[in-house]
């Protein structure tokens, strides 16, 4: 099934706010990061707010089937005020 998913990311920082989109490939190794989306906020790495399709992205992410392939663990959230980090030690995953 062929995914097609843009999201954009708060990326917290010391100066301030950055958002990314990021386009969602059906192949691993096409991706620059593998993704698992968790069943509740507090187990994610990053909290992420989807927007309507743009046609450039920042970066290429996998949806992996289980949690232990993923490098990073996201759950979607309803605002984008919501989104952001709940694990800084992942953030290189998304620069």
């Known amino acids: ?33 593998k993704v698992f989306v968790v069943k509740y906020e507090s187990q994610a790495d990053l909290k992420v707010f989807k927007v309507q399709f743009e046609s450039q992205a920042d970066k290429k992410i996998y949806f992996a089937n289980y949690e232990s392939q993923a490098d990073l663990k996201i759950y ?20």
């Open 1 to 33: 099934m062929k995914r097609v998913l843009l999201i954009a990311t708060v990326l917290l920082t010391f100066i301030g706010i950055k958002a990314q989109k990021v386009y969602s490939v059906d192949y691993e190794s096409h991706a620059d990061v």
């Open 76 to 95: 979607f959230v309803k605002y984008d005020s919501q989104a952001g980090w709940n694990t800084n030690s992942k953030k290189h995953l998304m620069y």
